[in-house]
């Protein structure tokens, strides 16, 4: 079976989408699924075997992110769907009108993955614009949009939930992104506090993701000065790069809070993040808007345990209470816990051996192979569909 995957976004941009992707891409080829990417074209990418770059330019105050043309972006896809078993789409953008035209053209199915909750972050982009009429706006596009296609993939019940509350009657299948679990064992934590000289001693909870408004690290920052009545040495380690960044520092820098929180940037997935989750203590997480939480998986893939939030996409993972613990959405109550936790890890010291425990359950082999299933399922009900339209003509 042959799947060609449309997106807006993908390596060297770094976010969920990006690792979605490549995870199941790399983990689909051993149930026998090969996938062919059409994708933009950041700068002087290397040739990859079927992965098709589409010219892009940078998009006005992100320039991390592509505009690709339409036109050529329709072009690419409809040859690369040649020979393809159905065409999943990745992104609302370009992708979305190139997949579904190519795939309508063809006669393939065509799904999406609906990765983002666009009326949870528009007000952070355009706070000029009333909020009501944002999120009705959101609500019209996203329902739009997924009725359009054979089916929708969301990573979480609480996005199947608010898609069917938005009117979205196409089938909704709950399949999160894997995790590899082998990537995010065996960092070597030591290295990585001598390399950003945080002492061995030091308690340090550790945030990972995109630098965005929407993740609410702000409220992190404000459940670390609750933390630190209970734990003078806490430290916030934030690994990421976006465009809240500038105006974090600032803050930390104004509130003369550098001793105690860092900021180390981008790191690289294949030594400097599992290096990164090693030399922390705990995982915290406070945005709540998140489709599905994939770097707390991580962090428990790592051994480390989480103190998150439990909100839309974090829920699923958080309900069982493996691993990880979910306060009451004030920032008090999560700096207390922090607190606790960082200055009595022994009574904590049983989430170290849960977490790997449960990553196991959601790791990328158990999703492939999920979604290879339902590849086939989709395939063989348009093909079904298609056989009696034709008896019928």
């Not at 006005?60 to 050529?72: A, K, M, Q, Y």
């Not at 006669?107 to 355009?126: C, D, I, K």
């Not at 340090?204 to 209970?230: M, Y």
């Not at 439990?310 to 493996?322: N, Q």
Request: glycine letters at 8%; charged letters at 20%; aromatic letters at 8%.
């Amino acid at each position: 079976m042959r799947i060609l995957m449309v997106s807006d976004v993908y390596f060297p941009r770094v976010n969920g989408v990006s690792t979605s992707i490549e995870s199941f891409r790399r983990a689909l080829q051993a149930e026998g699924v090969e996938v062919r990417l059409v994708v933009p074209r950041y700068g002087d990418e290397p040739e990859e075997a079927e992965v098709i770059r589409v010219a892009g330019r940078p998009v006005p105050g992100d320039p991390e992110d592509r505009l690709v043309r339409w036109r050529v972006m329709r072009v690419a896809t409809l040859a690369a769907a040649q020979g393809c078993d159905a065409i999943h789409i990745q992104t609302p953008f370009a992708a979305h009108y190139a997949g579904l035209r190519a795939a309508r053209r063809l006669g393939l199915p065509v799904l999406a993955t609906y990765h983002t909750l666009f009326e949870e972050y528009l007000q952070h982009y355009a706070p000029w614009a009333p909020a009501r009429w944002l999120r009705a706006g959101a609500r019209a596009f996203s329902r739009r949009q997924c009725n359009a296609l054979d089916a929708v993939i969301v990573p979480s019940s609480a996005m199947q939930q608010r898609l069917r509350d938005y009117g979205v009657a196409v089938p909704l299948e709950v399949l999160p992104t894997g995790i590899p679990l082998g990537r995010f064992a065996g960092g070597n934590g030591l290295a990585f506090r001598a390399r950003f000289g945080i002492a061995r001693a030091r308690k340090l909870a550790l945030f990972v993701g995109r630098v965005a408004h929407e993740k609410n690290i702000n409220f992190l920052i404000d459940a670390l000065t609750h933390a630190r009545r209970h734990c003078p040495e806490a430290m916030l380690l934030i690994a990421g790069e976006g465009p809240a960044l500038p105006e974090l520092k600032a803050r930390v820098g104004r509130e003369g809070m550098q001793d105690c929180v860092r900021f180390v940037g981008y790191l690289d997935r294949q030594q400097e993040l599992p290096d990164c989750y090693a030399a922390a203590d705990v995982f915290v997480f406070a945005s709540r808007t998140e489709t599905q939480g994939l770097v707390l998986l991580e962090a428990m893939a790592a051994g480390l345990p989480v103190i998150a939030l439990a909100e839309m996409g974090t829920i699923d993972i958080l309900a069982p209470a493996r691993g990880a613990f979910s306060p009451p959405d004030d920032s008090a109550h999560f700096g207390a816990m922090l607190g606790h936790y960082l200055a009595h890890p022994a009574a904590w010291r049983h989430l170290h051996e849960e977490a790997p425990r449960y990553a196991r359950e959601w790791s990328e082999s158990v999703m492939a192979s999920r979604l290879a299933a339902f590849y086939r399922q989709l395939v063989a009900m348009k093909n079904a569909d298609f056989q009696v339209s034709t008896v019928k003509v």
